[in-house]
């Protein structure tokens, strides 16, 4: 299955094949999308997502058709519950179908509900942690449906916060010893979101996102040198911008998006009992930012670093990683939809 996150900027494909102690990249793709046609995960404009699937699907090579995408915010809800460990799938999807008016805050009619077995629940042994999710299945469609439309099949839809969360499993090389045992947090920052996934012990347990990411960057550019939004993004990504630019616009970004990650590390730290994560582990196109991981490792006093699964278990040619590389954070998402092909899913 390749792994193909639609997110608001971008439209990004990665194909992973497996090697003895890791993953190859075996083809990889980002097409940007035109502004709006993703809005709040929500497919506005279909035929610009499916101009740039097309181009993806021409990318990939022949007989690759099944793909793995997310979904996400408002129209997701995920709710951990315990279950009877003695009980059977079966079982359980009898259980579920039966309580889900009372599990699921959503009319039932239009929503689709997946769950997946965790582990045994700490304080009753003889329960199972089972994470149950609901999405409403007009999401769902649109993508399906977008996929279908150039030949492609989406045979798992994710939450994306998982889909970040299990792509920890590439950059554990680049922690210290032991990290695979630590509590450590993804933070994916976009253009308009910033998904958050907190790992305990190899198991994504807090996922939440927020709206906030380097579009409002561009805006403050934008807007401070008088700029129309080409110029403003191309200076931003090009780092053309006058000297006073560090104290006037970046700062002040700086500052909100350290308050939102803050704010959303408290939550986590709230609902878990924890005071603090091990390990800040950045990805997204904006975590390519100057200074960011600095400035977090600063604010919380914990390692953090930028995403780069070359530096873990991932494995490309040479010619591929070149290029890949400096960018390879922004592909953490698609990483982990991708990963999908090598784990157990129901049809
Ligand atoms: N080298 C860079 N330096 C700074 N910002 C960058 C760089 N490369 C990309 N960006 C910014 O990252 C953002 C895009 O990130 P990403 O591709 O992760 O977003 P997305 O997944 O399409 O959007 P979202 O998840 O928010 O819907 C844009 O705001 C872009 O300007
Ligand atoms: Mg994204």
Redesign the pocket.
Known sequence: MVGI?I????V?AILLGKTPDGYAVTRHM?VP?KKGA?ND?DIRDTEAVTDCLRQIKQALPKGIKYVAVAVSGSAVMTKVIYMDASLSEEEMEAQIEIEAENLIPYSLDEVSIDFEKLNTNSVDHSKVNVLLTACRTENIDGRVDALDMVGLEAKVVDVEGYALGRAHELILGQLPDGAKNKTIALI??????T?FAVIENGETTFIREQAF???Q??QSILSFYGMNYDEA?QA??QGELPRNYMFEVLSPFQTQLLQQIKRTLQIYCTSSGRDKVDYIVLC???A??EGMTNLLTAEFGVLCLLADPFQGCLYADDGIKAKLQP?IN?YM?ACGLALRSYGQWRT
């Open positions: 996150d997110g608001s900027y971008e990004k980002s999308i993703v995960h994916d920052i976009g253009a308009n979101i998904t990411g380097g579009e960057f561009t993004e931003k990504l997204g196109g904006t390519s930012l960018q922004k998402v």
